[in-house]
């Protein structure tokens, strides 16, 4: 079975703090990969990373930056300098690399507002 | 270029009727989901397809069936729509084994 667990809530910044979202995951599956989502207030979802689980490099993109390490099963996003057009519900979710129809699992998401 | 749509994108209707809310793709992809979100629940997977006629139950799918006769097109009804089910209704499809798309979404009330 897989797990998803994005413990913070809430979180509530000041436009060009740093914050780290946490994700910590549980599977069994030996190979699998990692993505983050975020959902602006107009309620889409979109997609902002993958990392397949062979590959813990860490990556940046930006003001965005991930945290992969598969020692304490944890894939934290970043964001540094936030700005308010940061505000948003921020999902992690994991899937397994083969079989089970690549159905992810996804955390409850945290929600991310950044006060100018 | 959106790939996946949704429609309706929003609906009200009454305790007791059915409902089919659509999910319609273009890019041909082989995997089709459909998510409810609720605050305080994330996406949770009601039902999904791994092909045409092929699907099965997700961990929500009580008071849910779907159909896929086609391969662009994912359907799922609630049989006798109930207040519980008063949601946004997210379809998501994925054919490279590694992304998803989601479409925008159906924001359904059940009065």
């Known amino acids: 079975a897989q797990k998803v667990t994005q413990a913070q809530t809430e979180i509530s910044v000041v436009e060009k703090e740093d914050v780290t979202l946490d994700c910590v995951y549980e599977?069994?599956?030996?190979?699998?990969?990692l993505f983050w989502y975020k959902q602006p207030p107009s309620g889409e979802l979109v997609f902002l990373i993958r990392?397949?689980?062979?590959?813990?490099q860490n990556e940046i993109s930006g003001r965005y930056s991930w945290n992969f390490q598969k020692s304490t099963s944890s894939f934290n996003f970043t964001i540094t300098a936030s700005q308010v057009v940061d505000s948003a519900v921020y999902f992690c979710a994991l899937r397994p690399a083969s079989g089970g129809s690549y159905i992810p699992t996804f955390g409850r998401g945290t929600s991310l507002i950044v006060h100018p | 270029d959106a790939g996946i749509t949704q429609s309706p994108r929003h609906k009200v209707t009454e305790t007791g009727t059915p409902v089919t809310l659509r999910c319609h793709q273009t890019e041909n992809h082989r995997y089709m989901y459909w998510y409810r979100q609720d605050p305080g629940h994330g996406l949770r997977l009601i039902h999904y397809?791994?092909?045409?006629?092929?699907?099965d139950k997700g961990e929500v799918s009580d008071g849910y069936s779907v159909s896929r006769s086609k391969t662009e097109d994912f359907l799922l009804t609630l049989e006798s729509a109930t207040s519980s089910q008063t949601s946004v209704y997210f379809c998501?499809?994925?054919?490279?084994?590694?992304?998803?798309?989601f479409g925008s979404g159906t924001r359904l009330t059940v009065v």
């Open positions: 998501a499809i994925s054919g490279d084994r590694y992304g998803y798309t």
């Open positions: 397809s791994y092909g045409v006629k092929d699907t």
């Open positions: 990392r397949n689980s062979f590959d813990e």
């Open positions: 599977t069994r599956d030996t190979t699998y990969y």
